[in-house]
């Protein structure tokens, strides 16, 4: 039998296969009364020979409320992810060298970009990562706490869970105008708190992302209009503590 581990890892190797990084673990799935999944169908994207696709969400679009309107989710997912998506594809099509690239690998290594495209690989690349990591660290109900070690890590290294919640919570507050609060693991394997602009990855800075909070307006704005703070304490209670922890101990052993 599978352990509990085992199949959260299994769930994400086969629903983030296009995206090919190991940091983006998942076992969010919404489900009707009757047990069966609930998932919405992916959006028309780019032809079968593009390299890069439009990941489906783990969860109907209105599985998230009233955290997250339906909405929102449609719009978030379908315009503006399917659009880095479709973007990416087009700065690379006349770079074959690089569409054979991972994403994750791209994004890491943005000075062997050419300058031509390294803006548009940086933002779109970047969105098209950021926003899978950000669907994969979200599920219908809150389901706990941090575990094991990352609990262990979040206690030494931010104080805590209530500790490390304010300081991310401030973070994606701080960010002026459009970005992203994340806890990233650093070089010395210390987690951190960090806000970066756009559509930026800790893994452009030679760091791994663990968890994020989308701020750009169009995260939350149909919903909350201008209460920025108020999406940012709602997401606290729809956050998958499994996968995220999944994430930092695969980052820690990569």
């Known amino acids: ?13 086969t629903s983030l296969a296009a995206v090919t990084t190991r940091w983006l673990p998942s076992s969010a799935r919404a489900q009707t009364p009757d047990g069966s999944q609930l998932v919405p169908p992916p959006p028309t994207g780019p032809s079968v020979n593009a390299p890069f696709s439009l990941p489906p969400l783990p969860f109907a679009f209105d599985a998230l409320e009233p955290h997250i309107d339906a909405r929102t989710m449609e719009i978030h997912h379908d315009k503006h992810h399917a659009a880095y ?10 770079h074959p060298d690089l569409a054979r690239r991972t994403l994750q690998d791209l994004i890491s290594n943005l000075d062997e970009i050419p300058e031509a495209i390294r803006t548009a690989i940086r933002n779109n690349g970047g ?17 706990g706490q941090p575990e094991g070690d990352f609990d262990k890590a979040i206690r030494a290294d931010l104080g805590g869970i209530k500790d490390f919640m304010n300081a991310l919570s401030q973070a994606a507050m701080a960010a002026f ?22 559509q930026d990855s800790p893994l452009m800075h030679g760091r791994k992302p663990i968890f994020g909070i989308d701020v750009w307006e169009h995260a939350y704005y149909l919903h909350y209009q201008n209460r920025r703070a108020d999406y940012i304490a709602a997401i606290w209670n729809i956050v998958d503590w499994p996968a995220v922890s999944l994430r930092y101990s695969d980052a820690r052993s990569a």
Request: proline share 3%.
């Open 127 to 143: 969105g098209h990562f950021n926003h899978t990591l950000f669907w994969n660290s979200l599920q219908p109900q809150n389901n």
């Open 85 to 94: 998506v479709n973007n990416l594809n087009k700065a690379v099509e006349n």
């Open 177 to 198: 105008g459009s970005g992203w609060a994340w806890l990233s693991l650093n070089a010395d394997g210390k987690l951190i708190v960090e806000s970066l602009p756009n």
């Open 1 to 13: 039998m599978l352990s509990r581990r085992d199949a959260l890892r299994a769930i994400t190797l």
